[in-house]
């Protein structure tokens, strides 16, 4: 039982109002903004021949519909390649890695103006055609407004983490329709860790988000079916094999983002003109097949009926998608691997049950299970969110055995993608730039802690030509147990242990004693790195040196960096225990 | 008592001189024809003459706005008051052909409450009102089904199971609904899905399972008697009609109850026409409580005031509960009710009649 003074309660009441607030405020802000993002995209997608919709309005006049559909994505992809060479300062679109990255590493993050921008790309790029996802773009539109609102100096902890997960949980359940999912999601992708007190503030966005969506604007679902439920026991075991093929496929659709990317960056292309490469290539297969324009929403509707596509054309669709979306996000249009995924999987799924209805006599309960347990597969080895992709579907379609059919195959898909490629394309994404999340939170984050910080200059600095008496005299002055040695320059040359110098006679030089091998760090040097040079050397004093021209920078005492390390992990603790 | 009657004789007394003063004038109204007219004649028209010596004559239409904008010889339009679907009253409110409505113009209900409380909230249009909500449904014929009997819209596609001819309007309208909804769509997505090549390659597909087995109607009494004459098995239809053909005429006809698609009925009154004044009057008649009411007691289109719905009793000729055979109906088993999106279909008009005259032709081939 712990026992509060009146102070205790009037911070704590307080700290509460201040979150569910906070909580309130940014899952409004975010959610209107939100819809105003999709609004956009619709309203483009609807004037630039991109929706279906607009698309049979002309289907008579073939050739004006041709050449809007190679024009549209061309130029939109122009458009985003100039805003993104010359009004994003890092020039690529940012994303849920961007945003797993500032929570985990408490950094900043790109500016407030550079999100903006991004997001415009996003709409200008999803509005064009662009085949990709909407739901990255407004998960970084959820940290934009969570990191603004971190700004506010309310003195609370970890207010830029509370702040951040608040947005994203609003931009999921507010893009959903599913506010439990936004809270998970928030939690599994963004937070990686569950505590009290961001909880309560993200549910209570989460929950906003919910309410201006669902009951102020009436959003339609992002996709319903009339599901009876699972009619055989055995189909289950479908469910995971379904599971693990969609494994496989999630792996090819990602390792097909990061190859595009890689081929794109070896070429001479300026940044500006890859998207319109993108462009041209998408409206050059969109006039075959336009399914592959856009989120593609309307195609994910139309893969839960029975027959609305016929099989070779799911085939054919499924290939499609997954080699215009790699090569559209993997030259540089803005937009989320989220929908795309969605959509493959979904075909993925539908194609599978229409297999098993084409070519085997087995019962089954109808296409709409196979096809949702492959959308979710594919989907949450790309985002690495099981339990959001599970909690959507039962969300959405409120449906208990749907949901179950899901949670197998989605367990199946995760074992499998995990061991192949990692948590999710965010985490590549993170790796790729250098932070490491599989290591867990606590390496990751002390990756991006520098030695420098820790670095002193209060050490005994020696000469080469000094001798052994003269050094023995100084160090027993001082209470250093080495001292470090440099030429005239200032360029390290190695170390003289205390021990060492009784081997030598007091009017020789130290030169011989000199350790030329010790441990060295350099301003590159992190703490992560240090930790573990720590545990080979046997060494307390680490000279830091230049990368450049290894001149003596300063020293790192081990046991600061232990200090360091420890600290840090108990501010992890501290964060994931924290209560209101 | 007494005070009653004398109040009753006031007002009679009050009606007559205003009778007269108004004598000689004629509106001039549209009308659905047969069992909606009847309804009508005895619920609002002969009332309304009777208490404002105002003459009514009713005028034959089959919906469009081209009837709307002509005119007669000395340039007036050849309607006064009209009663529209819902798509076209939209229409015709962009073209300007409607006067603007405002909730003034109508009475408040007997308990007071104000007429925008009283009507449903979607029934308030700019240039009208909506009076009724009447659904277009599937009923077939109960001899040709003696065993099993139609339960689901899909059944509508499904010849082999329910063999026979079927009745539908020679329009690109309610059978595409049904086509989707046979598939299993939800309702809140047809639209949406119906707005793609897909979409109607999927409509046309349901069609094609029936092509040969097509009986096309245009007027709203056909398909009564084509069921009632044995032409077909199935048909679509108006649920008022299907109702009227049932309890006055003794028909074996049954509706599924799947797939009502609900429209909303709206009056209006013509901008151009000279009798404004009276037009109103007239508007203000047939929208009161009781007189809404006294239309339902005779057809089964639902009022869309509440305070009419209340005095909805029994059918005067067969005594049953009119509220059980209203659309929505929440007696019913009604699944799958479809609210038509009159908006989409004043946007979808040419892409819908260049795909169902593709169908047509390709039969022809």
Request: net charge negative; charged share 20%; glycine share 8%.
């Amino acid at each position: 039982m712990v026992t509060f003074n009146k102070d205790d309660i009037k911070t704590i009441i307080l700290r509460i109002v201040i979150l569910a607030a906070l909580g309130s405020a940014i899952g409004a802000v975010v959610s209107l903004l939100a819809l105003s993002f999709v609004e956009a995209v619709l309203w483009l997608n609807r004037n630039l021949l991109i929706s279906p919709s607009a698309r049979i309005q002309h289907s008579e006049n073939t050739l004006f519909l041709n050449v809007a559909t190679v024009l549209v994505p061309t130029l939109g992809g122009l458009a985003v390649g100039l805003i993104l060479r010359y009004m994003v300062r890092i020039r690529r679109g940012l994303g849920p890695s961007d945003s797993i990255w500032m929570v985990q590493t408490r950094s900043a993050g790109e500016s407030t103006k550079d999100g903006l921008m991004s997001t415009l790309a996003a709409i200008l790029s999803l509005g064009t055609g662009a085949s990709a996802g909407q739901y990255g773009p407004l998960v970084y539109l959820g940290t934009i407004i969570g990191a603004v609102a971190a700004k506010l100096n309310f003195e609370i902890r970890n207010l830029q983490a509370i702040s951040i997960a608040s947005g994203v949980a609003a931009a999921i359940s507010v893009a959903f329709n599913a506010p439990i999912a936004g809270l998970v999601f928030a939690h599994e992708v963004i937070l990686r860790h569950y505590s009290i007190q961001v909880f309560a503030p993200t549910a209570v966005a989460a929950a906003v988000g919910y309410v201006v969506a669902n009951v102020m604007f009436n959003r339609p679902a992002l996709f319903l079916v009339e599901f009876e439920g699972v009619q055989f026991g055995y189909e289950f075991v479908f469910f995971a094999v379904i599971g693990v093929l969609s494994a496989l496929l999630a792996i090819v659709y990602a390792k097909g983002i990061l190859t595009c990317n890689d081929l794109i960056k070896r070429t001479n292309i300026p940044i500006q003109f890859r998207p319109m490469i993108a462009g041209i290539i998408l409206g050059l297969v969109a006039i075959w097949i336009p399914d592959v324009l856009g989120i593609g929403s309307t195609s994910l509707r139309f893969a839960t009926i029975d027959h609305a596509f016929e099989l070779s054309e799911l085939t054919v669709l499924i290939i499609a998608k997954i080699v215009l979306t790699s090569i559209c996000l993997g030259f540089g249009f803005v937009g989320g691997v989220f929908s795309p995924i969605l959509l493959i999987g979904i075909l993925f799924g539908a194609l599978c049950g229409g297999i098993l209805d084409d070519f085997t006599a087995i019962g089954h309960s109808g296409i709409i299970p196979y096809a949702v347990c492959g959308m979710m597969a594919a989907t949450s080895p790309i985002i690495g969110a099981p339990l959001t992709t599970i909690l959507i579907v039962f969300e959405l379609t409120r449906n208990y055995d749907l949901a179950i059919a899901v949670m197998v195959a989605v367990v199946f898909s995760n074992l499998i993608s995990y061991r192949i490629f990692g948590r999710s394309f965010f985490d590549i994404q993170l790796h790729q730039r250098g932070f490491d999340l599989s290591l867990g939170r606590i390496n990751a984050l002390t990756v991006y802690q520098k030695v420098t910080d820790l670095m002193h200059e209060n050490f005994l600095r020696l000469h080469p030509h000094e001798t052994v008496a003269s050094v023995k005299e100084k160090l027993a002055k001082s209470w250093y147990d080495e001292g470090i040695v440099t030429d005239e320059s200032g360029v390290f040359v190695g170390i003289v242990q205390v021990k060492a110098l009784d081997n030598y006679t007091p009017e020789c030089s130290i030169n011989d004693a000199i350790e030329h091998n010790p441990l060295v760090f350099t301003e590159l040097t992190n703490m992560r790195e240090a930790v573990e040079d720590f545990k080979t050397f046997t060494a307390d004093i680490a000279p830091v040196v230049s990368s450049t021209d290894r001149k003596l920078l300063g020293v790192v005492w081990d046991y600061d960096v232990i200090r360091s390390y420890l600290a840090t992990i108990q501010r992890l603790r501290q964060e994931e225990n924290e209560s209101l | 008592m007494n005070l009653y009657r004398t109040f009753v004789a006031v007002i009679a007394l009050w009606g007559s001189g205003f009778a007269v003063a108004q004598e000689g004038q004629t509106l001039t109204i549209t009308s659905w024809g047969g069992a909606y007219e009847r309804a009508q004649l005895s619920a609002l028209i002969e009332p309304f003459r009777k208490e404002t010596g105002i003459d009514v004559k009713l005028r034959q239409y089959v919906g469009g706005i081209e009837p709307l904008q002509r005119r007669d010889q000395k340039n007036n339009p050849e309607f006064d008051v009209v009663d529209l679907v819902e798509s076209d009253a939209h229409f015709a409110c962009d073209e300007k052909i409607l006067i603007n409505f405002e909730s003034s113009m109508l009475d408040p209900a007997a308990d007071g409450t104000p007429a925008e409380e009283d009507f449903m909230e979607d029934a308030w249009l700019d240039c009208g009102i909506a009076h009724i909500e009447y659904a277009t449904v599937v009923a077939y014929d109960e001899r040709a089904f003696m065993e099993e009997k139609p339960s689901s819209i899909a059944d509508f596609f499904d010849i082999e199971r329910f063999p026979g001819k079927r009745a539908l309007q020679r329009h690109p309208r309610a059978v595409l609904e049904w086509a989707m909804l046979s598939y299993g769509i939800p309702p809140q997505q047809i639209y949406e899905l119906l707005s793609s090549e897909r979409g109607l390659n999927l409509v046309t597909r349901r069609m094609n399972q029936i092509r040969d087995h097509i009986v096309w109607w245009e007027s709203g009494s056909e398909p009564a008697q084509l069921l009632g004459d044995g032409t077909v098995v199935m048909a679509s239809g108006y649920n008022g009609r299907f109702f009227e053909a049932t309890m006055n005429h003794d028909a074996a006809i049954s509706v599924i109850q799947d797939g009502q698609l609900l429209e909303f009925g709206v009056w209006g009154i013509l901008r151009d026409s000279p009798n404004q004044e009276a037009a109103k009057k007239f508007l203000r008649y047939v929208t009161g409580t009781q007189k809404m009411a006294d239309f339902s007691n005779r057809i089964p289109y639902s009022p869309t005031r509440s305070s009419s719905i209340r005095r909805i009793g029994l059918h005067e000729k067969s005594n049953v509960s009119m509220l059980t055979y209203m659309p929505r109906s929440t007696s019913s088993t009604s699944k799958n009710v479809i609210r038509i999106a009159s908006e989409w279909y004043s946007r979808t008009e040419k892409v819908r009649e260049r795909w169902f005259n593709e169908w047509l032709l390709d039969g022809e081939n």
